[in-house]
């Protein structure tokens, strides 16, 4: 399989460019690429390069060659609004969206996150979010990297949210409406999944007041860092591309 790579800025062609240091150095260390290996080469704005690459002593050069337009993404532009959930398991959380082909992901902290994030440990845990939906779209073949959104407020978000477009769903245990009594839904839509114990009885109020419908999923209760992921697959087997 031909190794994958993002570049952080945006590709021409004919141009001979440097990977990144942690890439660089998985391909050579890892991949044990050598000179004259072929690559993928993406910047997120779709589309891929075909590419040579050539190592340098500890960096590795990749000259474009042939562009290819191959697009991957979904009819079907999700965003998963995810209640920070304990340890690592955003991590989990991000990855596997952005596989399964999640356009957008929002953290938000409700009032029973046990994780808080806030200042600057907030905002390198969102990078390195971001960092975790780049390698997922190397090895899944994605070539636009879905958007990590700043962490936010649940009552924040809701704010935004009611004078956004689109369809709002919530998973609520127990809800008579399953995604397979749906239509398929015409425009965007966003998928909001609480944390461990669930919402709190006023912040469902509160969603629903912002046009977020109640959806179960089906008779188990799942845990939050399945809750979403379980809805993403449905909804992309029932309205996008699978």
């Known amino acids: 399989m031909i190794p994958r790579f993002f570049c952080p800025f945006p590709l021409h062609p004919g141009a001979t460019v440097e990977l990144a240091a942690e890439a660089a150095h998985h391909a050579q260390k890892v991949l044990r690429i050598g000179a004259g290996d072929a690559a993928i080469l993406f910047d997120g704005r779709g589309g891929q390069w075909r590419a040579t690459l050539t190592p340098v002593g500890k960096t590795l050069r990749a000259t474009l060659l042939e562009f290819d337009a191959a697009d991957r993404e979904p009819p079907l532009a ?13 991590d ?31 905002e390198r845990r969102v990078e390195h979010w971001r960092g975790i939906a ?5 090895q899944s073949g994605r070539n636009r990297v879905p958007a990590v959104a700043p962490i936010l407020d649940l009552p924040q978000y809701l704010g935004l ?82």
């Open 161 to 242: 949210a009611a004078q956004e477009n689109g369809l709002r769903f919530v998973c609520a245990p127990g809800a008579a409406v399953r995604l397979r009594d749906l239509a398929v839904p015409a425009g965007p839509v966003s998928l909001l999944v609480g944390p461990e114990g669930g919402f709190e009885d006023g912040e469902l109020l509160a969603a629903r007041a912002a046009a977020f419908h109640p959806v179960g999923l089906g008779p188990r209760v799942l845990r939050t860092e399945t809750a979403g992921l379980g809805a993403l697959a449905a909804m992309m087997a029932l309205w996008g591309d699978w």
């Open 92 to 122: 989990l959380v991000v990855q596997k969206a952005v596989e399964l082909g999640v356009c957008r992901i929002q953290p938000v902290a409700a009032r029973r996150s046990v994780v808080r994030l806030s200042g600057e440990r907030a």
């Open 134 to 138: 780049v390698a997922a779209c190397e």
């Open 78 to 90: 999700l965003t998963l609004v995810q209640a920070l959930p304990a340890g690592d398991k955003m």
